[in-house]
C-alpha cells in the first residue's frame, strides 16, 4: 500500500492548481493508457505520486476508495464532507463509483461541494466543478502530514470557480434563504455562464462516425471539441442527463436529424479541416 507524499491539504491543492487547463501529455498519466480512469490516475498522482514503473499506484476509483477502507479512513454518503477529503461520485444511482475528485470547499449547507480533479480520457482539464452533494457515494479522509485543517470541520462558502456542474434545481432551492443571497446570485450566474455543447443526430452516418456526436463549438476547432457517442443512445442521454454536457435531448436531436453528407461536412467544420466553411484566409 503506497504512502502518502509528506505535504498538507493546501500544497497538494495548490500543486493540482498549477496544472489548469493543463494539455496532453500530463504529469499524473504519463503512459496515458485510455482504459483507465484518468481522474484516479489523477487524484492517485497527488496523493501518492508515481510508482517505480513511471505509472500511477491506482488507476480506477474503486482502488483509490479500497485504499480508504483499508486505512480505515472511509466513509459512506456525503455526511461531513470537508476540504481535501478524497470523493466517489455515483452518477446512475447503482451504487459503483464512477468519478473521484479531491474537495477545495463546501457550501454553508453542505449540499454543494466544489472539487478539483480530471474528468476525460486522457484528462486535459484539471480544473475545479462546482457539484451536487447527493451525487457523492462516498470519501475518505487521508491522514495528511502535519495538517489539521482538514479535519477541523469548518464549512467554507463556494469561492469563485470556473463553472457549475451537476448543481440540480432543488440544491439551487435549498440556497434561497436570505442568509445565502448572494451565494445564491453567484452560482445563478455561473449557470447562465456555463457552455455546454450541442447534440447531432444523423440516422446513417458515414463509416467510422456514430450516430449522436457532441460539439463544443466554444473551443478550438480540433482540439477535443467533439464527444462522439460510440455507446449509442443511452451515452447521448447520460451526456445530458448525468453529466450536463448538452441541453439538447435525444428526442430533439432526432426531430433535427441530419443526412449522412451534412453530418460529415459538420464533423469537418467542427475539425477546422473544411476550408469552405472556415473563416481562415487561404494560404497565399
Not at 497527488?46 to 476508495?65: A, C, K, R, T
Request: hydrophobic share 35%.
Amino acid at each position: 500500500m503506497p504512502d502518502l507524499l509528506q505535504r498538507s491539504v493546501d500544497d497538494m491543492l495548490a500543486a493540482m492548481e498549477e496544472q489548469f487547463r493543463t494539455r496532453w501529455p500530463n504529469p499524473w498519466w504519463p503512459k496515458g493508457i485510455s482504459a483507465y480512469d484518468d481522474c484516479a490516475a489523477c487524484v492517485s498522482f497527488y496523493l501518492f505520486g508515481l510508482n517505480s514503473l513511471g505509472n500511477p499506484f491506482y488507476s480506477y476509483v474503486s482502488q483509490i476508495q479500497t485504499w480508504g477502507r483499508n486505512l480505515g479512513v472511509w466513509h459512506p454518503g456525503h455526511a461531513g464532507v470537508q476540504r481535501g477529503d478524497v470523493l466517489a461520485f455515483d452518477w446512475d444511482g447503482d451504487g459503483d463509483p464512477d468519478h473521484t475528485e479531491i474537495v477545495v470547499s463546501v457550501s454553508s449547507g453542505g449540499s454543494i461541494v466544489t472539487s478539483r480533479g480530471t474528468n476525460s480520457n486522457p484528462g486535459d482539464d484539471m480544473r475545479d466543478r462546482t457539484r451536487s452533494a447527493g451525487y457523492i457515494l462516498s470519501y475518505i479522509r487521508p491522514p495528511y502530514p502535519g495538517t489539521t485543517s482538514a479535519a477541523d470541520g469548518g464549512a467554507t462558502l463556494i469561492p469563485q470557480g470556473d463553472e457549475i456542474d451537476m448543481a440540480t434545481i432543488e440544491d439551487l432551492r435549498k440556497q434561497a434563504d436570505a442568509s445565502n443571497a448572494a451565494q445564491t446570485a453567484l452560482i445563478k450566474e455561473m449557470l447562465l455562464r456555463e457552455s455546454r455543447g450541442r447534440l447531432y443526430y444523423c440516422a446513417t452516418p458515414p463509416a467510422g462516425l456514430p450516430q449522436f456526436v457532441i460539439i463544443f463549438w466554444h473551443r478550438t476547432p480540433g482540439q477535443n471539441n467533439i464527444l462522439y457517442c460510440n455507446d449509442g443512445e443511452q451515452q447521448a442521454r447520460n451526456a445530458r442527463d448525468f453529466y450536463s454536457q448538452t441541453y439538447d435531448t435525444v428526442e430533439q436531436a432526432k426531430a433535427a436529424a441530419i443526412g449522412t453528407t451534412q453530418f460529415q461536412t459538420l464533423i469537418n467544420l467542427a475539425l477546422g479541416t473544411d476550408s469552405a466553411f472556415t473563416n481562415k484566409r487561404a494560404t497565399k
